[in-house]
């Protein structure tokens, strides 16, 4: 079968959160372009609480007129859900939800397709292009006043996620799977997972865990990853059950690595600060100076 997401240059399987005006919405990039969340577009066209009962509703009125093309152009991929469970989920391309927003009649509809054609297809030119992203990615991190030191740990942790993706795509991971193997590198590198993380910081769900870690987080995750992926070549892991394996090994090396780090440091690696407008109780990530 945008703002940022978790990695600059899309993968085969990556899932992400672009957001509407404050509406997330939720996506999956496969064969070379992004499906949506249908429910999600809905919601954030109409501004309904059931986003789920409106497109469901809407759905067999467009089938009623005749629109049968359509529906069988509207797939279902496995999303996280707001209960935090995966569950299916109808998913269109841009093409495709471009005629069922035409079908709403929305006031909102033309902005929304203005912001669905940015999201859709600047990531894709991305993907043609690496270079663009790379640039694009600098630039944006300067702009955001990050120090050249940060920008360039941020810069090898994007090359590295490339590769770690790259090798599972070759060795049968798909779709979510991405994700569960994401969780079991970080779960071995700093003994929490992605998401307790990202509450450590105080950050959202939308927000990029890794545009918000600390310089010695960052280098961890490049080594968990870099590692996880010399091993999935050593090992020749096939599919997800021996991906897994190598995932626990590859950070479980960071994670001895923090582990003697921190016995020297005398404090956690794992960070409360991060590059948010500073609030009660959480930490900024100052501007550094080059060293």
């Not at 569950?87 to 009649?105: C, H, K, P, W, Y």
């Not at 991305?126 to 790379?134: R, T």
């Not at 929490?192 to 960052?218: F, P, Y």
């Amino acid at each position: 079968m945008g703002k940022k997401n978790e990695e600059m240059i899309p993968f085969d399987g990556e899932i992400g959160i672009s957001e509407f005006k404050d509406k997330p919405i939720r996506k999956v990039f496969l064969d070379g372009e992004w499906y949506f969340s249908v429910a999600d577009v809905v919601g954030a066209i109409v501004e309904t609480d059931r986003p789920s009962k409106y497109w469901s509703d809407l759905k067999s009125k467009l089938r009623n007129e005749g629109f049968d093309q359509l529906s069988e152009n509207i797939g279902q991929l496995k999303m996280t859900a707001d209960d935090g469970k995966e569950r299916l989920m109808d998913v269109a391309n841009a093409e495709t939800l471009f005629r069922v927003i035409q079908s709403m009649g929305s006031p909102k509809a033309e902005p929304f397709k203005r912001w669905l054609s940015k999201v859709a297809f600047e990531r894709i030119q991305e993907f043609q292009n690496p270079e663009l992203a790379i640039q694009r990615a600098i630039l944006d991190y300067q702009i955001q006043g990050r120090s050249e030191e940060w920008i360039k740990a941020r810069m090898r942790t994007i090359l590295s996620r490339k590769e770690l993706t790259s090798e599972w795509a070759h060795r049968g991971v798909m779709g979510s799977e991405y994700a569960i193997l994401t969780n079991v590198i970080s779960e071995e590198t700093f003994s929490i997972g992605i998401q307790n993380h990202k509450d450590v910081k105080g950050l959202a769900k939308s927000h990029n865990l890794r545009d918000h870690m600390t310089d010695m987080e960052l280098v961890l995750t490049m080594l968990g990853e870099t590692s996880t992926a010399e091993l999935a070549r050593s090992r020749d892991a096939q599919g997800f059950d021996e991906n897994e394996e190598t995932a626990h090994a590859g950070g479980k090396i960071a994670g001895d690595a923090r582990k003697n780090f921190e016995r020297e440091l005398g404090q956690s690696v794992v960070s409360r600060s991060n590059f948010l407008p500073p609030k009660r109780g959480q930490d900024q990530l100052p501007p550094r100076s080059e060293s």
